[in-house]
């Protein structure tokens, strides 16, 4: 697939709290965002374990976004900030195994930034897009594997 043509699929964990209902109200609003995103709803970003996000990568996914409420309103208290540390230390690990730091992403959502999300997926997507595929892709296809990120299930 060329540079020209390549829509990254986009995985959005999305706390249903906050940033899942500001997904809900862009599409109510009819505010356009790039349709290579799936959202998955989570009962808040602090759920999110590592292992699922690195699953995202391994089956297919080009990107990553963990959508948890602003800084102070999570409802468990600390799960948005525990899913930042998690989201930071991903990000690392991408970079030192060559799949880049930036593929990953946390945002911090009200359920009324409806716009705000349509506007960060616009962003993940145009910086996935700047890194190309997940490298992984390759790898999968000459494997044998499946090539798409639809495995994932909710939390
Ligand atoms: Fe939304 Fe924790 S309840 S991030």
Known sequence: ????????????FACRHCAYAAADLAGGLRIQYPPGVR????????????????????????????????EGDCHYLEGNLNAKRRVQYIAKLLDQIGLGGRRVAMVNLSSAMGAQFAEKVAEMMEQVQELGPNPLHAIRNTDGGHNDCSGTENA
Not at 1 to 12: G, N, R, V, Y
Not at 45 to 63: I, N, Q, S
């Open 1 to 12: 697939m060329s540079e020209a043509t390549f829509e990254p699929k986009i995985l959005a």
């Open 39 to 70: 959202i998955v709803e989570v009962p808040c970003t602090g759920r999110v374990e590592v292992t699922e996000v690195l699953h995202a990568f391994e089956r297919g996914a080009d990107g990553v976004m963990v959508a948890g409420c602003l």
